[in-house]
């Protein structure tokens, strides 16, 4: 881990010019995968996603909405479904060059379209209503799956039920055990 937060530090979540692709590995308690982050599209909602990894956020956080065929989402809620104090939220970067497509990663939000914090989702499908267009701003991609989508898929897959008035809940803990950066050089 030591290793790991030497290099976040060199990823300057204030450097707009940033063109380097970055991957994130994410290990859960179903299995790793990586998500390779796109700054050269969404530079201000991969340097938000950065600030959260970079300081142990998601570590010990869960997927707390799995909707088969839909999307996995996660990164705001404790095991016990407590949220999770955030920062403010940012701008949303939502953008036809970077559409909600199967194993894209994007941002949740509330419906104002500029009120994402920490929570995420993995696309099961591709979601051309969660694009911006004339009947919304749509919801910001900022990367997406290049390894483990089979975890990503066992996710989407397990049995989900109400629970602490929220529905969709896995009714066994997914577990966000850590998430650890690699940089990568842009092709």
């Known amino acids: 881990m030591a290793a790991s937060c030497a290099l976040v530090d060199t990823v300057n979540a204030d450097d707009s010019a940033i063109q380097d692709l970055v991957n994130v590995d994410v290990i859960t ?15 201000d909602t991969v340097a938000n996603f950065l600030e ?23 990164g705001g809620f404790s095991s016990e479904l407590q949220s999770q104090e955030t920062r403010a939220p940012i701008r949303n ?19 104002a379209p500029d009120s994402a914090t920490a929570q995420f989702f993995v696309n099961l499908t591709d979601n051309d209503f969660l694009n911006p267009n004339s009947r919304g701003a749509g919801y910001a991609v900022f990367g997406k799956v290049v390894s483990g989508m089979d975890v990503i898929d066992a996710i989407a897959n397990t049995e989900t039920g109400s629970r602490k008035g929220m529905s969709d809940v896995p009714l066994q803990a997914i577990t966000i055990e850590s998430m650890s950066l690699v940089k990568t050089m842009a092709p």
């Open 29 to 43: 308690s179903e299995g790793q995968f990586t998500l390779q982050l796109r700054p050269d599209v969404a530079p």
């Open 52 to 74: 959260y990894v970079r300081s142990g956020f998601y570590q010990g956080t869960v997927f707390h909405r799995v909707i088969p065929g839909f999307m996995v989402q996660g």
């Open 93 to 111: 970067e939502a953008t036809p060059s970077l559409p909600n497509l199967r194993g894209t990663v994007a941002m949740a939000r509330t419906n």
